[in-house]
């Protein structure tokens, strides 16, 4: 039997700004999936990080079924009201369109779901990242199924030991490319370490798995909300689905990916590098700097149309450590201010609200001979040449 694990999520108004979710916008849309989804989805959890209320459903109607999309954007969309009502900042944010036609891909929320064949016990983490973008997967996704380091499965576990397969997409050109590691682990790298344009998208097992041949096992959202908005409407916060243990990932491996508070873009204006921090849900509140960037993890476990859970896996002192270097990379790098490397490249501030400012300052600029030739005229009173 094929079953579907999709998730959904969405900015649509927080307090009191880009801070955290409201308890009554959470509520409404708890609700109204409590009320409207019954017949369309099994079962469905809805938390949250920072900003973003995230949706978890599981159903057998396909990845891109239409009517599961619907549901969780009618549910945004009457959670929007109470924003509304309530006059929270960016209420609606990602909701880009008006009304919606088939499916939500291209319409502002993110969207990473997967089709499964359920093992006896299918349990998964969901990812939920806040003030970062989909390239902040890179990394971590990359240790959990090819870092002998992180995974020691990949050397100790028969069924892990002929790798992954790792679906990268370059979401500048919308191109695609399946890459084996440990095979070609170097191509993968030279390609994902450029995390602002090629993301991974799925990770795949390869036909030679013995329980689980040629099945997804790890897919992230790669939503480009400003491609779809043609401006600044906020970073892409990322998320992602990871089917761990029997021949994949251990629930441990898949974690300890996290215990290195990496630099990610993102974090205030969606325009600085920052560590990523690993939360507890109820402490993803996105005060300092609007960050610094956080991740929330949600184990389940998927049984017989009903999930199991979710435990907030980084509520746990062994995370302390993590957190206490998260917040002293925080008071290092913040003392640069709108400096690179804190601040990013010109090329990635494409996509803020940089270039508005620059735009008046383009006719002001002359050749720099034009101003080598007044300044030696002005030093000797006469013309250089
Ligand atoms: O110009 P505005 O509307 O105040 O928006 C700026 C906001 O955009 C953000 O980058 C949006 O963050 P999100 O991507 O989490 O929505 C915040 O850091 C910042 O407060
Ligand atoms: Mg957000």
């Known amino acids: 039997m094929k079953v579907t694990l999709t998730h959904i999520k969405a900015d649509i108004g927080s307090l ?50 239409s009517e599961v999309h619907k549901l969780a954007w009618d549910a945004f969309k009457s959670g929007t009201e109470v924003a509304k ?14 009304s919606f036609s088939g499916n939500i891909k291209g319409m502002g929320p993110g969207i990473a779901e997967m089709d499964i064949t359920p093992r006896r016990s299918e349990p998964f983490i969901v990812y939920m990242m806040d003030k970062t973008e989909p390239g902040a997967f890179n990394y971590p996704i990359f240790k959990m199924f090819a870092d002998p380091f992180n995974t020691p499965g990949l050397v100790i576990d028969q069924s892990m030991h002929d790798g992954f397969k790792f679906e990268v997409w370059d979401i500048q050109e919308a191109k695609a490319i399946m890459l084996n590691a440990p095979e070609e682990m170097y191509d ?23 329980k689980l041949p040629d099945e997804n096992v790890a897919v992230i959202t790669t939503d480009k909300l400003s491609f779809i908005a043609g401006e600044y409407v906020g970073k892409d916060d990322p998320a992602a689905i990871v089917r761990i243990q029997s021949g994949l990932p251990a629930s441990g491996e ?12 993102g974090w205030m204006r969606g325009s600085f590098n920052g560590p990523l921090m690993p939360v507890a849900m109820k402490n ?39 957190r206490k270097l998260a917040n002293d990379i925080t008071d290092y790098i913040r003392r640069m201010g709108p400096f690179e490397p804190h601040r990013l490249p010109e090329e990635d501030m494409e996509y803020t609200t940089l270039p508005k400012v620059m735009e008046k300052l383009k006719g002001r600029f002359v050749h720099v001979d034009a101003v080598e030739k007044g300044v030696s005229k002005n030093s000797t009173g006469r013309d250089s040449d």
């Open 188 to 210: 993968i790298i030279s390609l994902i370490g450029t995390k602002g344009r090629y993301v991974i998208k799925r990770v795949y097992t390869k036909k030679e798995h013995g």
């Open 16 to 65: 009191p700004g880009h801070t955290t979710v409201h308890e009554d916008v959470l509520n409404e849309v708890k609700r109204f999936l409590k009320e409207q989804s019954k017949g369309i989805i099994w079962d469905h959890f809805v938390g949250y990080v920072g900003d973003d209320i995230q949706i978890t459903m599981v159903h057998d109607n396909g990845v891109n079924a």
């Open 284 to 322: 993803s509140k996105m005060t300092r700097f609007d960050g610094p960037p956080r991740v929330v993890a949600l184990g389940f476990v998927y049984k017989d149309k009903k999930l199991t859970g979710p435990v907030d896996m980084f509520d746990d002192p062994a995370y302390d450590n993590a």
């Open 254 to 265: 898949a974690m300890e990916a996290f215990s290195h508070p990496y630099l990610v873009s």
């Open 85 to 98: 009502k309530l006059g929270l900042y960016g209420a609606g944010q990602d909701l880009l369109k008006d």
